[in-house]
């Protein structure tokens, strides 16, 4: 035992293990040496090289050769430079100056107060009021959507298909080319009953080939995959862009990301209980992004309710649209060190509307600097040795996930730990925190940036409204027993909310060049404050008809069913 490592001695094991002569226990030292090999397993500091839970986090990293050819493209893709020295320099002084910015405009800032008397400096951000509605914006809006036709959800769905021709986009399983007659009317009819959650029964017409059930089945059954949803979706995100409406509520570089929860009431492996979401059930979210042309860009779906900033960087990293957000907003559920830490890495701006502000912690890089009145909100000090050491493994991680290497949920699942991040993950949310504490400044300082932050949630929001209202069929809830399942019915949900949006904007625009031609004022601030979020025109629950053939009028009954298509209605 004389020859034992003592490196691996914390201070308190030290004080256990070493008697008063200053030999060790054998005992407790065994005891020492499996705690600190657990703490590195979690910390992926250790790892077992074959095995899938404990494994090394950085093995599809970029890496060796490989990495050293793209290192330099890597650095000039991102912004970033190759050594630490300059650009700790560069966050340096961009801290410097926030700070100095916002204790400038402090006095004039009725907002924020600083409660100077307990122990700790504490920041107090007063909430934003409700803006105000001119006179012109209640009558604009009540202008067009006066305008708008009422229509069924089947009708714009297969508007949307003349407009784009998304039904293109779903291929067979087989990935063959022959297509059916009137395909389109049919992925359409699955498509509203899955986005209905009302089953394929009252989309069935037998008198209809397009759309009798065995036909139905067939094409849910051979064409509607998360794949083919997604590429139909891009469609209807593209078409949207380029609409003029569109392109004045924004320019697709802002997005927001929120999670929708559904209760699973079905026996499933894919639902977590939450008893704030889902009372004594088990559910899922659904965790999308929409941007700020009001369309839904991508989505995952994920057991329970699971933090949503393991997968925010997923989404933004692998959405196929032609939209190029490089700012997303999320609620509290988003945010961690870390992925303030990959934002900055790879060029986004992360900006979270948090729940606790007066709990955030204000980080410094300088120790000897005058903040003014927020030195005592300043306590914390960034490790600038921690960043500058690994800074070659931030970039690494950085470029890797960039070129696609390393899924970004997988990664930051290893880099967390299981709340004890690895070595490599601590740099990361040591960075962050210099990001972080930026984001804080600019918050507080700019009455703007939290209103637009605000606003962007808010039409997140309101998305999830229109899909709460169109998935209504068995009580809201999703009854899909397996993970693809559930992704393909919300992926369908997905696309139908994006059709509702896209058929209103282009209507929303075409009432607001009516209103124009005929000599209305139209104010930009007014168009700006419109939404396509919007469904009192749209009949979402179906028709019923109260006809029947005239031999039944007098008396006849209607013919029995051949009992050989008792199995196929029961399909």
Same mark, same amino acid.
């Given at each position: 035992?004389?020859?034992?490592?003592?490196? /691996?001695?914390?201070?308190?094991?030290?004080?256990?293990?070493?008697?008063?002569? !200053?030999?060790?226990?054998?005992?407790? #030292?065994?005891?020492?040496?499996l705690?600190?090999?657990q703490?590195?397993?979690?910390?992926?500091?250790?790892?077992?090289?074959?095995?899938?839970?404990?494994?090394?986090?950085?093995?599809k990293?970029?890496?060796?050769?490989?990495?050293?050819?793209?290192?330099?493209?890597?650095?000039?893709?991102? $912004?970033?430079?190759?050594? @630490?020295?300059?650009?700790?320099?560069?966050? $340096?002084?961009?801290?410097?100056?926030?700070?100095?910015?916002?204790?400038?405009?402090?006095?004039?800032?009725?907002?924020?107060?600083?409660?100077?008397?307990?122990?700790?400096?504490?920041?107090?951000?007063?909430?934003?009021?409700?803006?105000?509605?001119?006179?012109?914006?209640?009558?604009?809006?009540? !202008? *067009?959507?006066?305008?708008?036709?009422r229509?069924?959800?089947?009708?714009?769905?297969?508007?949307i298909?003349?407009?784009?021709?998304?039904?293109?986009?779903f291929r067979?399983?087989?990935?063959?080319?022959?297509?059916?007659?009137?395909?389109?009317l049919?992925?359409?009819?699955?498509?509203?009953?899955?986005?209905?959650n009302?089953?394929?029964?009252?989309?069935?017409?037998?008198?209809?080939?397009?759309?009798?059930?065995?036909r139905?089945?067939?094409?849910?059954?051979?064409?509607?995959?998360?794949?083919?949803?997604?590429?139909?979706?891009?469609?209807l995100?593209?078409y949207?862009?380029?609409?003029?409406?569109?392109?004045?509520? !924004? $320019?697709?570089?802002?997005?927001?990301?929120?999670?929708?929860?559904?209760?699973? @009431?079905?026996?499933? /492996?894919?639902?977590?209980?939450?008893s704030?979401?889902?009372?004594?059930?088990?559910?899922?979210? #659904?965790?999308?992004?929409?941007?700020?042309?009001?369309?839904?860009?991508?989505?995952?779906?994920?057991?329970?309710?699971?933090?949503?900033?393991?997968?925010?960087?997923?989404?933004?990293?692998?959405?196929?649209?032609?939209?190029?957000?490089?700012?997303?907003?999320?609620?509290?559920?988003?945010?961690?060190?870390?992925?303030f830490?990959?934002?900055?890495?790879?060029?986004?701006?992360?900006?979270?509307?948090?729940?606790?502000?007066?709990?955030?912690?204000?980080?410094?890089?300088?120790?000897?600097?005058?903040?003014?009145?927020?030195?005592?909100?300043?306590?914390?000090?960034?490790?600038?040795?921690?960043?500058?050491?690994?800074?070659?493994?931030?970039?690494?991680?950085?470029?890797?996930?960039?070129? +696609?290497?390393?899924?970004?949920?997988?990664?930051?699942? $290893?880099?967390?730990? +299981?709340?004890?991040?690895?070595?490599?993950?601590?740099?990361? !949310?040591?960075?962050?925190? *210099?990001a972080?504490?930026?984001?804080?400044l600019?918050?507080?300082?700019?009455?703007?940036?939290?209103?637009?932050?605000?606003?962007?949630?808010n039409?997140?929001?309101?998305?999830?409204?229109?899909?709460?209202?169109?998935?209504?069929?068995?009580?809201?809830?999703?009854?899909?027993? #397996?993970?693809e399942?559930?992704?393909?019915?919300?992926?369908?949900?997905? /696309?139908?909310?994006?059709? *509702?949006?896209?058929?209103?904007?282009?209507?929303?625009?075409?009432?607001?060049?009516?209103?124009?031609?005929?000599?209305?004022?139209?104010? =930009?601030?007014? *168009?700006?404050?419109?939404? =396509?979020?919007?469904?009192?025109?749209?009949?979402? /629950?179906?028709?019923?008809?109260?006809?029947?053939?005239?031999?039944?009028?007098?008396?006849?009954?209607? @013919?029995?069913?051949?009992?050989?298509e008792?199995?196929?209605?029961?399909?």
């Amino acid at each position: 035992m004389s020859q034992a490592p003592r490196a /691996l001695l914390t201070p308190a094991w030290e004080r256990l293990v070493l008697g008063a002569g !200053g030999e060790l226990d054998r005992r407790l #030292y065994t005891f020492c040496a499996l705690e600190r090999l657990q703490d590195g397993l979690r910390r992926r500091d250790l790892f077992a090289p074959a095995s899938r839970r404990w494994g090394d986090p950085h093995a599809k990293l970029l890496q060796g050769p490989a990495w050293e050819k793209v290192r330099m493209r890597v650095c000039r893709t991102l $912004g970033r430079s190759p050594t @630490p020295t300059e650009e700790l320099k560069r966050l $340096g002084e961009q801290l410097d100056e926030a700070y100095r910015r916002t204790a400038r405009n402090l006095p004039t800032n009725a907002a924020v107060r600083i409660d100077h008397s307990g122990r700790r400096d504490v920041v107090t951000l007063t909430p934003l009021d409700k803006l105000d509605e001119p006179a012109s914006l209640i009558e604009l809006r009540r !202008g *067009v959507t006066a305008r708008l036709p009422r229509v069924d959800l089947t009708e714009i769905l297969l508007e949307i298909q003349a407009w784009t021709n998304f039904a293109s986009e779903f291929r067979h399983i087989s990935e063959g080319d022959g297509r059916v007659a009137d395909l389109d009317l049919s992925l359409c009819a699955v498509l509203l009953a899955e986005a209905c959650n009302i089953g394929l029964e009252p989309l069935v017409r037998p008198d209809v080939p397009a759309l009798t059930r065995g036909r139905l089945s067939w094409v849910q059954q051979n064409y509607i995959r998360a794949e083919t949803i997604t590429r139909a979706n891009a469609r209807l995100v593209d078409y949207q862009a380029q609409i003029p409406l569109a392109r004045a509520w !924004g $320019g697709g570089e802002v997005a927001s990301a929120d999670g929708l929860r559904f209760v699973v @009431p079905v026996r499933t /492996l894919n639902a977590d209980p939450n008893s704030k979401y889902f009372n004594a059930d088990r559910g899922v979210t #659904y965790y999308n992004f929409t941007s700020d042309q009001f369309t839904g860009f991508h989505a995952i779906v994920v057991p329970g309710t699971i933090r949503d900033s393991l997968f925010i960087l997923e989404c933004l990293l692998e959405q196929q649209t032609g939209l190029r957000p490089h700012e997303v907003m999320s609620d509290t559920a988003g945010y961690s060190d870390l992925v303030f830490g990959l934002f900055w890495l790879l060029g986004y701006q992360f900006s979270p509307r948090l729940a606790d502000f007066g709990e955030s912690r204000f980080w410094r890089i300088d120790p000897k600097a005058d903040h003014g009145a927020l030195n005592g909100l300043a306590r914390q000090r960034i490790n600038i040795a921690r960043i500058a050491w690994n800074w070659d493994d931030l970039l690494r991680v950085a470029g890797s996930l960039k070129m +696609g290497t390393v899924g970004a949920t997988e990664l930051v699942r $290893g880099l967390q730990g +299981g709340g004890r991040p690895s070595t490599l993950g601590r740099a990361i !949310g040591e960075l962050g925190r *210099v990001a972080k504490t930026l984001y804080l400044l600019n918050y507080l300082d700019d009455e703007a940036y939290r209103r637009r932050i605000l606003t962007q949630l808010n039409r997140g929001e309101s998305r999830h409204s229109v899909a709460r209202a169109i998935f209504h069929g068995q009580r809201g809830e999703l009854r899909q027993r #397996y993970r693809e399942g559930q992704e393909d019915q919300l992926g369908a949900l997905g /696309l139908v909310v994006n059709a *509702v949006v896209l058929w209103n904007t282009r209507y929303l625009d075409a009432a607001l060049a009516q209103i124009r031609t005929s000599g209305g004022l139209v104010q =930009p601030e007014d *168009v700006g404050r419109l939404s =396509p979020l919007l469904l009192d025109h749209i009949n979402v /629950l179906g028709r019923y008809e109260f006809a029947f053939k005239e031999s039944i009028r007098q008396g006849c009954l209607r @013919p029995l069913r051949d009992p050989d298509e008792l199995d196929d209605l029961a399909a």
